[in-house]
């Protein structure tokens, strides 16, 4: 469980200097919400936001280098915003259940001597139980791969140096590695492991239709990955789980795509699950293979939220490319209905669709807009002049935003 409070980005392409919801370091702003929405017009940043939230996934399964050079960002030095001395940075204000304290986790990535990029600073902070005000103390706190950290649930250190809790030195042996995956594997650090088991459930979503067609192995696997190519894969191993709970899903899953009648498993002589469509009209059904690239894409994203163990953030990309236009507020309704209002699952999606964004409310939409000096600015909707009031009486944010009364 848990969730994204807020999240603020410096100097990471055209997000010079960008915040949104409440932070620890700005607690002005309203917590974001389990469904966020971020629009504006091409070029203003979407991409660059999506890509952040990627950026940081990738830093988990490689290292910060490795991270800078892939999907064709072209290292370090194409990432950093232009003319910017300053190092890329993130702050992440987190909650892992309505009860528990929020946890801030800060990061920092610069160039070392050698020109290489590293993890120049690493910090998680957390206030003590009962304490609703006042500086949190930190317990992880590394520059250049030194510092200290504490085990267990409680405890840190203050910012004057007093230390309550089992304070241990710590010092990594590769500083282009996070802290958090070095520590967050041992059972001592209890709260690194379970910030970094929320990092790592994270579901960045670049759904391509021709990479669901493709013929897998029969190997059943939980989880979609990124592209949808193991997409049934996935149908095979919720089906092994439990047929009769899959059967449901499908059958329900079958009422929100249209001119689709029925859904079916299908196991073949080796093992491999595959899934056959049964159309409007049609005396036969079609594999998925032969399904449009609408189906596919609405069929993946259904689901992707029928997921049993649900991956607690999932940034999806413009779900409206290759749909007819009319399916997205049915989309944008079930994409709110199943993220709910607890801390089980988080929604970010990029989209240019005012039919997708009329399902939304004020407080659930963000504007990204450039600056006068060409970088991004985050604005939440509900902040601009006249929306609210607009949609209390009955106006629907995707007609407002396209008839130009905000973003």
């Given at each position: 469980m848990g969730k994204i409070l807020g999240i603020a980005i410096k100097n990471y392409g055209s997000l010079k200097n960008i915040k949104m919801g409440k932070l620890f370091s700005d607690q002005t702003g309203d917590e974001l919400g389990n469904m966020v929405a971020i629009i504006g017009a091409s070029g203003n940043g979407k991409s660059t936001l999506a890509d952040a939230f990627g950026f940081i996934s990738d830093c988990l399964s490689a290292d910060v280098e490795t991270a800078c050079d892939a999907n064709n960002r072209g290292g370090y030095d194409h990432l950093v915003s232009?003319?910017?001395?300053?190092?890329?940075?993130?702050?992440?204000?987190?909650?892992?259940?309505?009860?528990?304290?929020?946890?801030?986790?800060e990061l920092t990535i610069a160039k070392d001597k050698m020109d290489r990029p590293y993890v120049k600073e690493e910090r998680l902070r957390q206030r003590r139980p009962g304490i609703k005000r006042g500086w949190p103390l930190s317990f992880l706190y590394l520059i250049d791969g030194k510092g200290y950290a504490f085990e267990g649930v409680e405890g840190g250190q203050d910012e004057d140096g007093s230390v309550v809790g089992d304070k241990k030195i710590v010092e990594l042996s590769d500083t282009r590695k996070l802290g958090i995956v070095t520590l967050g594997a041992m059972k001592q650090y209890s709260r690194i492991e379970m910030f970094l088991a929320f990092l790592k459930s994270w579901y960045l979503c670049y759904f391509a239709p021709d990479a669901a067609r493709q013929i897998q192995t029969a190997a059943p696997v939980q989880y979609l990955n990124?592209?949808?190519?193991?997409?049934?894969?996935?149908?095979?191993?919720?089906?092994?789980?439990?047929?009769?709970?899959?059967?449901?899903?499908?059958?329900?899953?079958?009422?929100?795509?249209?001119?689709?009648?029925?859904?079916?498993?299908?196991?073949?002589?080796?093992?491999?699950?595959?899934?056959?469509?049964?159309?409007?009209?049609?005396?036969?059904?079609?594999?998925?293979?032969?399904?449009?690239?609408?189906?596919?894409?609405?069929?993946?994203?259904?689901?992707?939220?029928?997921?049993?163990?649900?991956?607690?953030?999932?940034?999806?990309?413009?779900?409206?490319?290759?749909?007819?236009?009319?399916?997205?507020a049915n989309l944008a309704i079930e994409?709110?209905?199943?993220?709910?209002?607890?801390?089980?699952?988080?929604?970010?999606?990029?989209?240019?669709?005012?039919?997708?964004?009329?399902?939304?409310?004020?407080?659930?939409?963000?504007?990204?807009?450039?600056?006068?000096?060409?970088?991004?600015?985050?604005?939440?909707?509900?902040?601009?002049?006249?929306?609210?009031?607009?949609?209390?009486?009955?106006?629907?944010?995707?007609?407002?935003?396209?008839?130009?009364?905000?973003?």
């Open positions: 232009q003319n910017s001395n300053e190092p890329i940075h993130f702050e992440i204000y987190y909650k892992e259940t309505y009860n528990s304290r929020p946890i801030t986790y990124r592209t949808g190519s193991n997409l049934n894969n996935v149908a095979q191993y919720m089906y092994r789980e439990n047929p009769g709970e899959f059967k449901k899903i499908l059958a329900d899953i079958q009422t929100k795509i249209p001119n689709i009648t029925k859904i079916e498993p299908v196991k073949l002589q080796n093992g491999q699950m595959v899934l056959q469509f049964w159309q409007q009209g049609f005396e036969q059904p079609f594999f998925s293979q032969r399904m449009s690239d609408g189906t596919l894409k609405l069929f993946a994203y259904y689901l992707l939220l029928h997921e049993r163990n649900p991956r607690q953030l999932v940034f999806v990309e413009e779900p409206e490319n290759g749909l007819y236009h009319q399916y997205l994409m709110k209905r199943n993220v709910g209002t607890g801390f089980l699952k988080q929604l970010f999606v990029t989209t240019h669709s005012p039919f997708f964004v009329n399902a939304l409310s004020p407080d659930q939409v963000w504007v990204l807009e450039k600056g006068a000096d060409g970088f991004s600015n985050a604005k939440q909707a509900a902040s601009y002049d006249f929306v609210k009031e607009l949609v209390d009486e009955g106006a629907s944010m995707g007609d407002l935003w396209y008839s130009k009364y905000f973003g």
